[in-house]
Structures are given as C-alpha cells and as structure tokens.
C-alpha cells in the first residue's frame, strides 16, 4: 500500500517563521564557523532551508548583511574600565579595536558602511559622552567622534588584514630594509628619520596616536563655531 504523501506533510515540522532577527543570527553562526566570506545569501538560505529570494525581503543585500553582522559583534565592545574620562575612552576604542581585529573581513565593512545598528549607537553614545565629560565643545566632539573610530577602524584593519595575509611578516621586513637603505640625496628627510621611521612597539604607537588626535580636537575649534 502506497503511503499517505498527505499525511507525511501535514506531521513534518513547520520551519520557524523568517525573521530579520533569525536572519542576522544565522548568519553570525555561519561567519564564526565559516568566515565572512560565506555570508552570502545563497549560504543563509540554505542554512534557513528557504529560498534567497525570500532573505531579501527582510535584509536588502549582502552589505546590509555584514552591516548587521558586525552590529551584532559590536555588542561584544566593553564600556567599562577604570580612570579619568581620557583612560577610559583609551579602554572604549581598544576595545572596538580588539572587536574588528578578530574580524578583519568586517573591519573593513565599519571603513566604507554608514553604521547605523543599536550597539553602534551605543559605542558612539559612550565615546560622546566621555568627550562631553573631558570637557569638549559639543561642535568639536561631534566631529572628533568619526576621526577617533575611523583611526581604530583603520588600525584594526591594517594589522589584522596583515596577521592573515602570507608573507606578511617577510613584506615588514623588506619594507624595513628599504627605509634604511633610502639615499640622503635623494630623500634626505627619509633618510635622517630612518630609524624613528620604523621604532616604537605597536600598542605604544597606538595610544601615541590617540593622544596625537585627541588632543588637536580638543584644541580645534570646528570651523564656524564659536567658542563662548
């Protein structure tokens, strides 16, 4: 006797309704397994068992994808820390840093994406708040706060695209070698900074950029504001 097909359908279990929430999740499941680089729709279709036309009404593209993937990683970004508001909004942007490191593929979404989630929100709320408590003009922070993350965006990137690339460590020193042996004829400055070029330890160098450009917020006036 044939078996009722009618009958298996109506006992197969219904998939879970599609939401942007679910969408999202999966497909933070599918980067920390997989890597970014399968978040694409057709993977998170068939990670839903649904077609990749039916994602679509829910996320717009891929980009908004890893947009929202990189939102949802944001939430891993520490708000805490202890010290003056200068210290702690050092601790704030290490954090982000550390975050997009471990991500380097996503870091770069943060470089050419207008971020708009909830924890990136919160991430630009807190760093306002700390340069509203460090006493800067509320002109000057509300541009301060994109060149503060577009630099740790920028390091992040740099160096963990670097820590996945082959040869990189052989490129640095190339890069070294090339720097000493510039002509102080031909590039004289280059030449007499060869050594400073390239010294310091990278955590060092960071904060020292991080001072660098928030201290000349701080002493920048926006151009049309006027100080009282």
Do not use: C
């Not at 990749?52 to 891993?76: I, Q, R």
Request: proline letters at 6%.
């Amino acid at each position: 006797m044939a078996p009722d097909s009618t009958y298996n359908r109506r006992e197969r279990p219904a998939k879970p309704a599609l939401t942007r929430e679910g969408i999202v999740a999966t497909a933070v499941a599918v980067m920390r397994a997989e890597g970014v680089e399968r978040v694409t729709m057709r993977r998170l279709a068939k990670e839903l068992d649904t077609g990749a036309a039916s994602l679509y009404v829910y996320v717009k593209d891929t980009e908004e994808l890893h947009a929202a993937v990189l939102d949802e990683l944001l939430a891993e970004v520490e708000f805490g820390g202890e010290g003056d508001w200068r210290e702690r909004l050092w601790a704030v942007l290490e954090s982000y840093r550390a975050v997009l490191f471990a991500h380097p593929s996503l870091a770069r979404v943060a470089l050419v994406t207008r971020l708009s989630g909830p924890n990136y929100f919160a991430l630009v709320e807190a760093v306002l708040a700390l340069l509203d408590e460090g006493g800067m003009a509320p002109g000057q922070a509300a541009w301060a706060v994109d060149v503060l993350l577009l630099s740790a965006t920028a390091a992040a990137v740099e160096h963990g695209s670097r820590r996945e690339k082959p040869g990189a460590a052989r490129e640095h020193e190339v890069m070294v070698e090339s720097v000493a042996a510039a002509s102080p004829r031909t590039h004289p400055h280059i030449a007499a900074l060869a050594a400073d070029l390239v010294s310091g330890p990278g955590p060092v160098r960071a904060r020292w950029a991080f001072d660098a450009l928030l201290n000349g917020a701080l002493a920048t006036p926006r151009p049309g504001i006027e100080e009282s």
